[in-house]
């Protein structure tokens, strides 16, 4: 028997002609070339604002109603955002309601913040089940809702969304909002949560195949909390990258094609992905946004292991996500590479995983 894998660390960074990753995370296209182009001339490289360059706070501002440059803090990715705003508001041996399935990062975040996580599951179709959601807020100091998901694919009624804004306003429990799959969304236009006491995180790393640049952001229009982060940051990471964020500032300057053209070949992909597997006989949802599909397996650890140890496929274990028995499989890689990677999933779906 193979050896298991340990978790998702063994497989970042991990890439050959052999493999096939259905593993990352991250888009394989270029950015878009506005952001390249600022490399020709760029020569500023001292320390910078540790709130982030105003330029680009600036720049974010169109895409939330009543922003400001200074509802914004500038981060090295999404994940980061996501640990300063839980170490900022946290109290001390609090509850954080996680979805179920969630990223795999989510618990371990809430607890670096001194804090315990909580879940609500989602139900049989992927999306929030409201009452049992109901219940579980009320005992909580804070939410977090990850719309489109990774790991499900799936996207949050419009409906449900507003009545946890209403919800949790009522209770007066923060709501952090992570859209950073927003502009990757197949079914309808993004929803963004609003309150005064929610919390928006994104990052350029998905819409703008920006991954390695580490540049994300957080937007509130809570004064407290965002100077809460600045002093929190100050401590900790100080400014990020000044040339990532001018690379950030240069792609939102880009075409809106750029974003349109990529969200089609999502589609094509998905299509791709969710009828190959149907066709080998898994049980998923279908994706509604992000690029990930989450079908159930048998013994998903043991299938994670062989198919990297025998077949050359790199998988993520459900169980990671707080999902065992399913498997994460991205499909951020092109048609070929998934064709490929379908064929070896159907060979060893007849041989190794039968026997299970």
Not at 13 to 24: A, V, W
Request: hydrophobic share 40%; proline share 6%; net charge negative.
């Amino acid at each position: 028997m193979n050896e298991p894998i340990s978790g998702p660390a063994f497989f970042i960074g991990k890439g050959d002609d052999t493999l096939i990753s259905f593993g990352s995370g991250q888009p394989d296209m270029p950015p878009p070339i506005e952001a390249f182009n600022i490399l020709k001339t760029y020569t500023r490289f001292k320390y910078g604002l540790i709130q982030g360059e105003e330029s680009l706070r600036a720049a974010l501002t169109p895409l939330y109603p009543q922003a400001a440059a200074e509802h914004f803090v500038i981060t090295n990715g999404a994940s980061e955002a996501i640990d300063l705003v839980l170490r900022v508001i946290s109290k001390q041996g609090a509850k954080v309601l996680l979805p179920r399935p969630y990223y795999y990062s989510y618990p371990f975040n809430v607890l670096f913040a001194g804090m315990e996580p909580a879940y609500y599951d989602l139900d049989k179709d992927g999306k929030i089940d409201f009452p049992a959601f109901e219940k579980e807020v009320e005992r909580c100091h804070a939410v977090l809702i990850n719309s489109p998901s990774n790991p499900t694919g799936t996207v949050q009624e419009v409906e449900t969304l507003k009545k946890i804004e209403a919800l949790c306003e009522r209770l007066g429990v923060w709501v952090i909002s992570d859209e950073v799959y927003k502009d990757i969304i197949y079914v309808r236009e993004n929803y963004l949560l609003q309150g005064p006491r929610v919390v928006t995180v994104n990052s350029f790393s998905k819409t703008y195949a920006m991954c390695g640049l580490r540049v994300g952001y957080v937007y509130s229009q809570n004064k407290e909390l965002v100077d809460g982060i600045i002093e929190m940051k100050t401590h900790t990471a100080m400014n990020t990258s000044i040339v990532g964020q001018m690379m950030a500032l240069a792609a939102l300057s880009s075409p809106r094609s750029y974003v349109a053209h990529n969200l089609e070949m999502w589609k094509e992909r998905r299509d791709l992905m969710y009828d190959g597997m149907l066709e080998l006989g898994l049980e998923l949802w279908k994706p509604e946004g992000a690029f990930y599909v989450l079908p159930k397996f048998k013994d998903s650890g043991r299938a994670v292991s062989d198919l990297y140890h025998n077949y050359q496929v790199i998988t993520y274990d459900g169980t990671w996500f707080g999902a065992p028995n399913r498997i994460r499989f991205s499909y951020a890689l092109d048609a070929s590479k998934i064709q490929e990677g379908l064929r070896r999933l159907k060979e060893f779906l007849g041989k190794e995983h039968a026997s299970y």
